[in-house]
């Protein structure tokens, strides 16, 4: 455990950050696993619309830092080109 105070303080903060953090990744890799799940279910409506969340949400994730730009860029891309590939 950390002495000084704002070492202290630090900890506090990284600890809210984290629990943060988990909790949107987390979110991130569920909606994967929809999108997945409706592929699979080869339903329309649903792909769509997960595939929109999921875009959205990793467009969140490089506004909180959570990811680099260039990722949450070459997810999309794939994302984009696998799902064209469906139709």
Do not use: C, W, Y
């Not at 699979?40 to 730009?69: C, G, W, Y």
């Amino acid at each position: 455990m950390p002495i000084i105070k704002s070492a202290q303080k630090r900890m506090r903060q990284e600890i809210t950050r984290r629990e943060r953090n988990r909790k949107f990744k987390n979110e991130l890799r569920s909606i994967s696993k929809d999108l997945a799940s409706a592929v699979a279910s080869k339903d329309a409506k649903k792909i769509t619309e997960k595939h929109n969340a999921l875009m959205s949400q990793l467009d969140k994730a490089v506004k909180k830092n959570l990811m680099h730009k260039n990722t949450a860029a070459r997810k999309k891309s794939a994302l984009v080109k696998f799902v064209n590939g469906l139709k």
